[in-house]
């Protein structure tokens, strides 16, 4: 097989500039943990930078032409090929519990799924760096005060230290995509746990950004608070004036106070 086609109902677009595809490999700081999985590598342009390291890489691609052609390509990596749907896939069925790494050149279709879903497997993933649609990078690095500060923002940004890193014009793909990208790096904090409840943390972001024109008491009124806690100045601002910590005191004293 000489090449794989690019398929439009994936999302993919295939990286073709091998410096980029070095500098996204070379995010990774290996630290903490002993391998890192690779989501979506097509025809294995980051892939073969990322077996020259002293980790060990396993891939997941739905798609089977490209797994072909991995196979046939790459013979490493051969038997760490997972041919599944990453967004559907037990990841503990190969990494048993243990620390690991994501990365890749992510379709933009799905890239934010992904995101909430290394947020969902936070305790075994202590880094995640990766190339996204430009507009989805700033937004999960973005603070607050920005237009585009919102949920996956504060989500990602409560469990890590997110970074943007660089743009990538459209060019270097094929084909190329209508949009820059953007290559973007998550560190997991070192206390990644909250002082709160995470799933009443999420329930407060998602409402209140839901209706981000509105004030945060007119957008989380239906939580049944009590008249004194509706009387804290948080309640005055807009949610993208909130920091990540302002959420996780909000929400911290919203499980103290509710009637």
């Known amino acids: 097989m000489d090449k794989v086609k690019a398929k439009k109902h994936l999302g993919q677009h295939f990286l073709i500039d091998e410096s980029i595809a070095k500098a ?15 989501i979506g590598p097509g025809m294995g342009v980051l892939t073969k930078y990322l077996i020259e390291k002293p980790i060990t890489t396993y891939a997941i691609e739905i798609d089977t032409e490209s797994v072909v052609y991995l196979q046939q390509n790459y013979p490493a990596l051969r038997d760490k090929i ?22 890749g050149n992510f379709p933009y279709n799905i890239s ?13 993933i202590p880094e995640f760096s990766g190339m996204f649609q430009k507009e989805v990078a ?27 890193l660089f743009t990538v014009d459209e060019n270097v793909f094929n084909p190329p995509p209508k949009v820059k990208s953007g ?63 302002q959420f996780i005191e909000l929400t911290q004293k919203i499980e103290a106070n509710a009637v």
């Open 24 to 38: 996204i490999a070379d995010t990774l700081n290996l630290e903490g943990y002993e391998s890192v999985l690779e």
């Open 183 to 245: 290559v973007m790096r998550m560190r997991r904090k070192e206390n990644y746990t909250l002082p709160c409840s995470e799933k009443m943390l999420f329930k407060v972001v998602k409402m209140a950004f839901q209706q981000r024109r509105k004030t945060m008491r007119n957008s989380l009124k239906s939580l049944n608070l009590s008249d004194n806690l509706r009387e804290d100045s948080i309640f005055d601002l807009r949610p993208e004036q909130l920091s990540v910590e």
């Open 82 to 103: 997972i041919s599944k749907d990453f967004l559907k896939f037990d990841l503990n069925e190969i990494f048993n519990g243990n620390q690991f790494a994501i990365i």
């Open 112 to 124: 934010t799924q992904i995101v909430f879903r290394v947020i969902e497997y936070r305790a075994q």
């Open 138 to 164: 700033e937004r999960i690095c973005s603070k607050k005060g920005s237009k585009v500060y919102g949920i996956l923002s504060v989500l990602a940004q409560a469990f890590y230290e997110v970074e943007y």
